[in-house]
């Protein structure tokens, strides 16, 4: 059984990871946002800055939207299930897009690799 001080440590590395990934994107984030329209396609470093810079924007949008909807007049249990089906599907869309996305990515790495 992992003593304490393991299971310290592993959420530390966790915790470290996250904050390595979280400086990472920031940085992508503010290199796509002073990118040129059509930029992207310089190369695979240009493609993430970039659509990082894409998905900041959507998410700011999201949550202001979110926020928006959330600071509404109470509502009856009936609204809350609408708006929880409606984030549901959003979800499943985007999960949707990540998988093909992912797809792509991997046929794109097979075709490089062959």
Do not use: C
């Amino acid at each position: 059984m992992p003593s304490n001080d393991q299971f310290i440590r592993l959420l530390a590395a966790w915790a470290l990871v996250h904050e390595t990934a979280d400086e990472g994107w920031k940085a992508a984030i503010e290199r796509g946002v002073v990118q040129a329209p059509g930029e992207m396609g310089a190369g695979p470093e240009a493609f993430v800055n970039g659509l990082s810079a894409l998905v900041a924007d959507e998410k700011e949008r999201l949550k202001a939207s979110l926020s928006a909807a959330g600071s509404g007049p109470a509502q009856d249990g009936s609204d809350l299930g609408v708006h929880l089906d409606e984030l549901r599907f959003e979800v499943a869309e985007l999960r949707g897009q990540i998988e093909s996305m992912q797809a792509s990515l991997d046929a794109l790495l097979r075709r490089s690799e062959g």
